[in-house]
Nanobody, 124 residues
Framework: QVQLVESGGGLVQAGGSLRLSCAAS????????MGWYRQAPGKQRELVAN???????NYADSVKGRFTISRDNAKRAVYLQTNSLKPEDTAVYYCNADALVMTTAGRVTRDAYWGQGTQVTVSS
């Protein structure tokens, strides 16, 4: 149906930057909001940022001013530029898409899809 593939994670020192990318593929008719979530060890998954298909953005308070989300609708891709990274940003980052898809039975459904996650580790 829908596959989301993330890339761009890694190990970086505090104060550094990473650019995360996520591309969607599959039998997609359209994508509404796309976003990034993260989950640190022992914690619940939390919203980092999301963006509508018209470009309206929303950020968690903890990343405002440091992270920037953007998307390329033609490529069905979403990006997260992370700057001034802190050790507390260490987590697995997941891409999310609210998508309309055509099923193999020929029906149109709307559902939320997740990528496999990419690890971001910030050392102090």
């Amino acid at each position: 149906q829908v596959q989301l593939v993330e890339s761009g994670g890694g190990l970086v020192q505090a104060g550094g930057s990473l650019r995360l990318s996520c591309a969607a593929s599959g039998n997609i008719l359209g994508i509404n909001a796309m976003g990034w979530y993260r989950q640190a060890p022992g914690k619940q998954r939390e919203l980092v940022a999301n963006i509508t298909n018209s470009g309206k953005t929303n950020y968690a308070d903890s990343v405002k001013g440091r992270f920037t989300i953007s998307r390329d609708n033609a490529k069905r891709a979403v990006y997260l530029q992370t700057n001034s990274l802190k050790p507390e940003d260490t987590a697995v980052y997941y891409c999310n898409a609210d998508a309309l898809v055509m099923t193999t039975a020929g029906r149109v459904t709307r559902d939320a899809y997740w990528g496999q996650g990419t690890q971001v580790t910030v050392s102090s």
